[in-house]
């Protein structure tokens, strides 16, 4: 009776064990690999700069451009876009856009990123205006009717 016991905990053990996902599995997910760059032959960082510290670099640049105004800067969204977007693989516009080069590596380390809920994720070609200013409704451009905002917000605080 206690080698029964014993015999049954050990089949129940083994099934437990092979139930489960085995870590060797773990490793046979594809790591990812984003589109190279399609301007210039180098990016401002070394690459395992860049995999490591591209978040904290566009905090950062964030940070100079809305409380100083620096635009254009070394790691600017904008240059980020202008490099790596590539023409859109679904051919829903003729536009280039970097969703395919972030989502590859963001997918896969489940990191949601939310800088396109509010930037244009297309590349300025041709020297045309981004619309990433505009409203999609109306059309209107958003930049002016902030610069207005402001400018009737600072009349009407003066005395």
Same mark, same amino acid.
């Given at each position: 009776?206690?080698?029964?016991? +014993?015999?049954?905990?050990?089949l129940v053990l083994?099934?437990?064990?092979?139930?489960?996902?085995?870590?060797? @599995?773990? $490793?046979?997910v594809p790591l /990812? #690999? /984003?589109?190279?760059?399609?301007?210039?032959?180098?990016?401002?960082? /070394?690459?395992? =700069?860049?995999? %490591?510290?591209?978040?904290?670099?566009?905090? #950062?640049?964030?940070?100079? =451009?809305? &409380?100083? *105004?620096? %635009? $254009?800067?070394?790691?600017? @969204? %904008?240059? !980020?876009?202008? !490099? #790596?977007?590539?023409?859109?693989?679904?051919?829903?516009?003729?536009?280039?856009?970097? *969703?395919?080069?972030?989502?590859? !590596? #963001?997918?896969?380390?489940a990191v949601s +990123?939310?800088?396109?809920? !509010?930037? =244009?994720?297309?590349?300025?070609?041709? $020297?045309?205006?981004?619309?990433?200013?505009?409203?999609?409704?109306? $059309?209107?451009?958003? @930049?002016?009717?902030? &610069?207005?905002? @402001?400018?009737?917000?600072?009349?009407?605080? %003066?005395?």
């Amino acid at each position: 009776m206690k080698h029964g016991r +014993i015999i049954g905990f050990l089949l129940v053990l083994l099934g437990l064990l092979l139930a489960a996902p085995m870590p060797v @599995l773990a $490793g046979d997910v594809p790591l /990812p #690999h /984003p589109v190279k760059a399609v301007k210039g032959s180098q990016c401002v960082e /070394p690459v395992d =700069t860049m995999r %490591r510290e591209h978040m904290n670099f566009l905090k #950062h640049q964030r940070d100079d =451009t809305l &409380r100083g *105004g620096i %635009r $254009g800067a070394k790691h600017s @969204l %904008r240059q !980020c876009i202008d !490099c #790596h977007a590539i023409p859109d693989p679904k051919g829903a516009s003729k536009d280039r856009t970097v *969703g395919p080069f972030c989502t590859s !590596c #963001h997918e896969y380390a489940a990191v949601s +990123i939310d800088c396109f809920q !509010c930037h =244009t994720a297309k590349a300025e070609d041709g $020297g045309k205006q981004s619309s990433r200013w505009r409203h999609k409704a109306g $059309g209107e451009n958003l @930049l002016s009717e902030l &610069r207005t905002h @402001l400018q009737g917000s600072t009349k009407e605080a %003066r005395p």
